[in-house]
T-cell receptor, first 112, second 112 residues
Framework: DQQVKQNSPSLSVQEGRISILNCDYT??????FLWYKKYPAEGPTFLIS?????DKNEDGRFTVFLNKSAKHLSLHIVPSQPGDSAVYFC???????????FGTGTSLTVIP | DTGVSQDPRHKITKRGQNVTFRCDPI?????LYWYRQTLGQGPEFLTY????????KSRLLSDRFSAERPKGSFSTLEIQRTEQGDSAMYLC??????????FGPGTRLTVL
């Protein structure tokens, strides 16, 4: 039972434009949502997180939006850079943080 | 912070053998997680420690898998009687807070 879903396996964006990566979840008990970037042969790198009491969190070029009623979150990267090309995972947890559920990832390619 | 380290980085074993992986978390991180990742999938939660206490185990974790964190610092993950289906990347992550996790580089297991 996939509780966190990333329905777009891949996304291509021109350098300098906005990248929008989407994530949907099914469990209304989730309180924390995290985004990771992963390069081949490396572990995931933490990017940004948001808790359920917020609807937006921003860190530099990265902004995460949370729509609790729709059980949907998105990661915006602007402006996109070629170095952003990687697989992006979203993950979710309840307020205990004892278990995290990951999506299947979206492969982002930023075209120079 | 020196980052999360995992050893070995690669392990090739024959079916039926036992293997053990080690994870050294970031110093003072009381939360430690183990995940398994296969090609095209996101990390799949295996187990969670808070200090030395194992607080959560995936119900997908068979009795061939066992994990320890004896002094609340490093952790080991042992797989007994390995099967070809155990071939995967095994990831360890640590954190101090529920809204972040820092991953190690992973141990790639190949079972022949």
């Amino acid at each position: 039972d996939q509780q966190v879903k990333q329905n777009s396996p891949s996304l291509s964006v021109q350098e300098g434009r906005i990248s929008i990566l989407n994530c949907d979840y099914t469990n209304s008990m989730f309180d924390y949502f995290l985004w990771y970037k992963k390069y081949p042969a490396e572990g995931p790198t933490f990017l940004i997180s948001i808790s359920s009491i917020k609807d937006k969190n921003e860190d530099g070029r990265f902004t995460v939006f949370l729509n609790k009623s729709a059980k949907h979150l998105s990661l915006h990267i602007v402006p996109s850079q070629p170095g952003d090309s990687a697989v992006y995972f979203c993950a979710a947890s309840s307020n205990t943080g004892n278990q995290f559920y990951f999506g299947t990832g979206t492969s982002l390619t930023v075209i120079p | 912070d020196t980052g999360v380290s995992q050893d070995p980085r690669h392990k090739i074993t024959k079916r039926g053998q036992n293997v053990t992986f080690r994870c050294d978390p970031i110093s003072e991180h009381n939360r430690l997680y183990w995940y398994r990742q296969t090609l095209g999938q996101g990390p799949e939660f295996l187990t969670y420690f808070q200090n030395e206490a194992q607080l959560e185990k995936s119900r997908l974790l068979s009795d061939r898998f066992s994990a320890e964190r004896p002094k609340g610092s490093f952790s080991t993950l042992e797989i007994q009687r390995t099967e070809q289906g155990d071939s995967a990347m095994y990831l360890c992550a640590s954190s101090r807070h529920v809204n972040t996790q820092y991953f190690g580089p992973g141990t790639r297991l190949t079972v022949l």
